[in-house]
């Protein structure tokens, strides 16, 4: 069978998609609103996507009447300030920013700090001229001084989005007050001048093949560096999805993977257990994986795959969770082909993660695997090489636990250890695991694999970025991914994970899988230990 070079075939397919003209930048619109386009580019939205205008504008008027989502009103209320000149609605949208956040003691750290300079930058845009010269004064200075103190803050390309979450508000707030503020532009360099350098090599190494090695947490910030993406497309003429190809011509692909199957539209964007995070719920951040999708349907619309992609996002017609709404109508493009999700391919392989998919179909009632083998990047990634997961109808072999606590005890000594996973145990009643993973309690012995926490690395064990990691290499090189090869009848993958384990233990550990379709799972392990009498 074909092995490695079935996937490095994979990924020379991968980059013959839909490509888009040399990028051509153009200078910042003077007038406002500009993030989104025009006023007038707004009108036309709402007439050509009346629905979903219809949601934004009803959630912007009554949203107080929806249960923990009044806060979250005020970028719709700016959009209907800015397509109907609402003043009431504007001023809302102007009042709710300013007393939650613009008058705030400044927030530094590991807080999404981002997100606040992003919501009052899309109603500083979209109100502007609402806003009086005092109030404009306060949010240049709110925004100068968050940017400013934060410089040092979330500056891992790989570590839980928060580098995204960072810097979509960075630069959303920056080219909502690109003439007004004199900092802005240069911020905005800087800005880019990092992602070029470090976040960019970053996702085409940690998400090469559209997946994502930290698993679970790129449902939680993509979509915000998406709408980063559009906002600097329209704003300026940069495109930032070309300079990460690998990652972003299969992002939509590996996130409809990432889905376990259904039928409901309450089913279609619950996604697998991978690191920390939850599996199967729908609620909270799903409709953000819908719209991060759709984004790249637009972007890609004359790709056949994401056509096909974009039939199944119009499974979910639109949004059920009314804070989203104002999202639907602005990245909801019912103008993008569909294509016959029937004929798509029935697998991926993400080589970044070590990440493949597979499914029997595209029935709502398919037999899906999950298996991952791969490297070590940063945090909420868990102990799990070699891990797989199983479903039909229901959740059959899954990972255990709950994630209650990045560093308790129920995380530390179980949840993101090998024991509550599909791997493999190999004890050694002499191994002894640092104490302190993820700052957390005394750690026990579970049999699973290792953890070395290199001094200095903190309780994350990641590494800042790719240059970073390149040099910490030998600590992060945990799993290889031998082989993936679907035949159509059947799909062949196969993983090391030796280099998971403390070699003091382990010989070899290699694991091999057929998914027979529609519904035979083998799998073969071949294990040797050190010494005969580890369990």
Same mark, same amino acid.
């Given at each position: ?38 006023a ?117 390309t ?46 085409e ?78 609620g ?18 004359d790709d ?66 999950? @298996? =991952?083998?791969g &490297? ?7 102990? +799990?090489? $070699? #891990? %797989? ?10 990972p ?27 004890f ?44 910490? @290499? =030998?600590?992060? &090189? ?7 090869? +679907?035949? $159509? #009848? %059947? ?34 392990d ?10």
């Open positions: 069978m074909n092995t490695l070079p079935k996937i490095a075939a994979l990924v020379l397919c991968l980059s013959a998609l839909t490509t888009h003209a040399a990028e051509t930048r153009h200078d910042v619109p003077k007038a406002h609103p500009r993030l989104f386009g025009s007038a580019t707004l009108q036309t939205l709402a007439q050509a996507r009346p629905l979903a205008y219809k949601h934004t504008a009803e959630f912007a008027h009554h949203g107080k009447n929806y249960r923990d989502y009044e806060e979250l009103r005020a970028p719709a209320s700016a959009l209907v300030y800015a397509i109907e000149h609402d003043k009431d609605a504007g001023r809302s949208a102007i009042d709710f920013v300013m007393k939650t956040c613009v008058t705030q003691p400044i927030k530094v750290g590991h807080i999404p700090f981002g997100s606040d300079l992003a919501q009052c930058a899309m109603v500083y845009d979209l109100c502007f001229d609402l806003w009086t010269a005092d109030e404009k004064a306060k949010f240049i200075e709110y925004m100068n001084k968050t940017v400013d103190q934060n410089v040092g803050s979330e500056t891992s790989f570590h839980n989005g928060f580098y995204g979450y960072k810097n979509w508000g960075i630069g959303l707030a920056c080219y909502a007050t690109y003439y007004e503020n004199p900092k802005a532009p240069g911020y905005l360099k800087t800005l880019e001048q990092d992602v070029r350098a470090r976040a960019e090599p970053a996702l190494q940690a998400g090469d093949g559209g997946g994502w090695a930290e698993g679970h947490y790129i449902h939680y910030w993509n979509l915000e560096w998406e709408i980063f993406c559009e906002v600097a497309r329209t704003c300026e003429g940069i495109d930032y999805y070309a300079h990460a190809p690998k990652f972003f011509r299969n992002r939509a692909i590996a996130s409809m993977f990432e889905m376990f199957p259904g039928a409901e539209p309450s089913q279609l964007n619950c996604p697998i257990p991978m690191g920390d995070g939850g599996s199967g719920n729908y909270g951040f799903s409709e953000k994986i819908l719209t991060a999708r759709r984004i790249l349907c637009n972007y890609y619309r056949p795959a994401h056509q096909c992609i974009n039939s199944y996002n119009e499974l979910v017609p639109g949004m059920d969770i009314p804070e989203y709404a104002y999202m639907d109508f602005l990245f909801h493009d019912p103008s993008v082909p569909k294509g016959n999700l029937k004929s798509f391919k029935l697998s991926h392989c993400s080589p970044g993660p070590g990440n493949v998919y597979a499914r029997s179909s595209w029935e709502h009632d398919a037999t899906y695997l999950y @298996f =991952k083998c &490297d070590r990047f940063t945090a909420h990634q868990h102990l +799990d090489v $070699g #891990s %797989f997961t199983v479903f039909k109808n229901t959740p059959l072999a899954i255990g636990g709950f994630y209650d606590d990045f560093a308790g005890n129920h995380a530390c000594n179980y949840y993101t250890r090998t024991i509550a996973t599909n791997s493999m145990l190999i050694d009643p002499s191994e002894k695991f640092p104490d302190g993973i993820r700052a957390g309690p005394k750690s026990f012995n579970d049999g699973g694999q290792a953890y070395p926490l290199p001094k200095g690395w903190g309780q994350n064990w990641g590494a800042l970025d790719p240059a970073e990691r390149e040099k910490n @290499f =030998k600590n992060m &090189d945990t799993g290889d991914l031998l082989a993936f090869d +679907d035949q $159509g #009848s %059947f799909l062949y993958t196969a993983g090391d994970c030796t280099k998971a384990y403390a070699p003091t233990k382990c010989d070899f550990f290699t694991r091999q899988i057929v998914f027979i379709r529609p519904d035979t799972i083998v799998i073969f071949r294990v040797q230990s050190k010494n005969a009498n580890f369990k």
